[in-house]
């Protein structure tokens, strides 16, 4: 009984502390931070220090969770009563005042994802099977994202959003390859349910803007640019199953990817065709790393 009081009293005290931490501590600390260096948290980013923290929180229950920094807002969140910011629930109270209040242009991957004819897939089932299909989809996105070091930006309706900043130390090196691997996950994930759902991937790599995007109290941490309407226009083009990668993504994975189609694309408010490269991806296919 004395030891069962002891674990209560050691839990309740651990809650009380990380609360503390996150919804106070955190915030006041990392603000000052940021007024003093607008780059605080690339900062953080290149020098490993996000990348570890984000491996710690991602494998702690439970989802919802802060869009940055992946700590908790359910299970061991919510006994710990972490809140989601006031001024943007997708972030934790730290990572908002970490984000950068500024944009700034850097290489960025983009990757979009999006549930193919899913209006006519609605028709015939009911919004339970709609809601609870939607909740997998977002489930193997986000698992797909976050073990590879990719921002789940957005999950809008049947479609996500994922970037990968190579100023994160794990994917400076080879941000395209590791997004390539996040699309094929993503796909095999959904492939292997019993009723898998007709998912295509559109992928590109170039020059963004990227920070707090908004005015007064509406931000959020998002890329904007011509890279990121390119990645949406691909995942437009994009079959069931399919990855659809630009030529800059391409170039950078095609010895892993000999076997990649090409293929030319007109794409809405392009002026030009746009050549891509098609990897398809089957139910339960293990990664392909550089075989035809």
Known sequence: ????????????????????????????????????????????????????YR????????SPRCKLCLVPFGGLGRVARIKPSRKNANFCRGCFEMAPLGGYDMEVGVLFA??????????????????????????????????RDGLVDKLIGDEVMGLFLPVFSTLSEEPCG???????????????????????????????????????EVKDFTAVGDVVNTAARLQASASPREILMSAAVHERVAERYPGAVPRTLTVRGKNTPVTA????????????????
């Open 178 to 216: 590791v997004m390539v691997d996040a699309a094929h996950e993503m796909l095999e994930r959904i492939g292997a349910a019993s009723d898998p759902l007709p998912v295509g991937v559109g992928l590109t790599f170039g020059m963004a803007r990227v920070g707090n995007v908004g005015a007064g």
């Open 55 to 62: 491996w710690i929180s991602r494998h702690l229950p439970a």
């Open 114 to 147: 999006d549930i193919r004819g899913f209006t006519s897939w609605c028709e015939s089932r009911t919004p339970a099977t709609v809601a609870e299909a939607l909740n997998r989809f977002y489930a193997a996105a986000s698992a797909a994202l976050m073990s």
């Open 277 to 292: 490269y098609s990897i398809a991806v089957g139910a339960g296919a293990p990664v392909r790393r550089g075989e035809p």
């Open 1 to 52: 009984m004395a030891i069962a009081l002891v674990v209560v009293a050691v839990v309740a005290i651990g809650a009380v502390a990380a609360g503390l931490f996150f919804n106070v501590l955190s915030p006041a600390v990392d603000s000052r931070r940021r007024a003093k260096d607008d780059n605080y948290f690339f900062d953080g980013c290149r020098s490993g220090l996000m990348s570890r």
